[in-house]
Nanobody, 125 residues
Framework: VQLQASGGGLVQTGGSVRLSCAAS????????MGWFRQAPGKEREFVAS????????SYADSVKGRFTISRDNAKNTAYLQMNGLKPEDTAEYYC???????????????????WGQGTLVTVSS
């Protein structure tokens, strides 16, 4: 499975961006999807996750109420709608997928096997 993240760019504080993560290859092997981010000089952190059928969704406290994760399995694509952006949201954003469905939300990076390349989101103040 290959994951291709896109949609990043430069946006002003308070603006919006929608990231996409398109899966290709053996997409039937990709189940729960997640978004992580890594700011310069910081460790990678969990942002949001969505279960295979979209029933379970989880967000980091720092993005709750501002970000929305979704997926369209027919298109093999996951999305991260980011509203009310702040300078502290500036980071490289990565999408990831697990190799099996889980019964709980997966927030740890170790459980994700497939990773896309990052897409940079820069929020100017």
């Amino acid at each position: 499975v290959q994951l291709q993240a896109s949609g990043g760019g430069l946006v002003q504080t308070g603006g919006s961006v929608r990231l996409s993560c398109a899966a290709s290859g053996r997409t039937g092997s990709a189940y729960d999807m997640g978004w992580f981010r890594q700011a310069p000089g910081k460790e990678r952190e969990f942002v949001a996750s969505i279960s295979w059928l979209g029933v379970r969704i989880s967000y980091a406290d720092s993005v709750k109420g501002r970000f929305t994760i979704s997926r369209d399995n027919a298109k093999n694509t996951a999305y991260l709608q980011m509203n009310g952006l702040k300078p502290e949201d500036t980071a490289e954003y990565y999408c990831a997928a697990t190799t099996r469905p889980y019964s709980t939300s997966i927030t740890g990076a170790d459980e994700y096997v497939y990773w896309g390349q990052g897409t940079l989101v820069t929020v100017s103040s």
